[in-house]
């Protein structure tokens, strides 16, 4: 079957500046017990994702579109491009920013931790 | 970390036609036993991802770029968009085309089928 994804706006996610869309691919129940978000997310121009911890699970993500600023882990700010795809390790932090007058756009995965 | 993702670039992907360029987001082990592949699928003008079945996983594309052609596990021919999302059940088979002159963009993951 084919069905349209699910988009959602959120003003100051996880206390960050501005406005994200989150254009669900898969509903949680459909991710069979081994991720918890899937989606296509539009950070729109001087917005921002804050900074928050992963436990229990992590959430690379892979920019598609646009031009970023991720913060990672250990703090570091890292200019990121269309190809470049952000890892975190369960329990570490993250953020990201899109300080342009453009929109930026990545996939999201939360994924568990547990192996099978 | 950020790192790059990585291309490789298919001719003829399950018996289909043409060319196919997958940007590999993560890797096998980094999807820690949840899923197999993640990746951003370029489907090439006038070519295909061939008639294939997914047994003890299922593969959902989420379209984000061009114009496609999925062929549904019934046969049904469906015309694909950027916002729309193709579901498979775990056993069924599917295909893509896309028959346009511009290149078609999906995300494609596939995930294991045994919940936690």
């Known amino acids: 079957?084919?069905?349209?994804?699910?988009?959602?706006?959120?003003?100051?996610?996880?206390?960050?500046?501005?406005?994200?869309?989150?254009?669900h691919f898969l509903e949680k129940e459909e991710?069979?017990?081994?991720?918890?978000?899937?989606?296509?997310?539009?950070?729109?121009?001087?917005?921002?994702?804050?900074?928050?911890?992963h436990v229990g699970n992590t959430e690379p993500y892979a920019i598609i579109k646009g031009e970023?600023?991720?913060?990672?882990?250990?703090?570091s700010k890292i200019a990121v491009h269309p190809g470049d795809v952000c890892l975190i390790e369960v329990g570490q932090y993250h953020s990201i920013e899109n300080n342009t007058d453009e929109d930026m756009e990545m996939i999201a995965l939360i994924i568990n931790e547990e192996a099978k």
């Open 1 to 23: 079957m084919v069905r349209k994804e699910r988009v959602v706006t959120v003003e100051g996610l996880r206390d960050g500046k501005g406005t994200v869309e989150i254009h």
């Open 68 to 75: 970023g600023t991720f913060i990672d882990n250990d703090g």
């Open 31 to 53: 991710l069979l017990g081994h991720a918890t978000m899937y989606a296509r997310v539009i950070v729109k121009p001087h917005s921002s994702i804050g900074w928050h911890q």
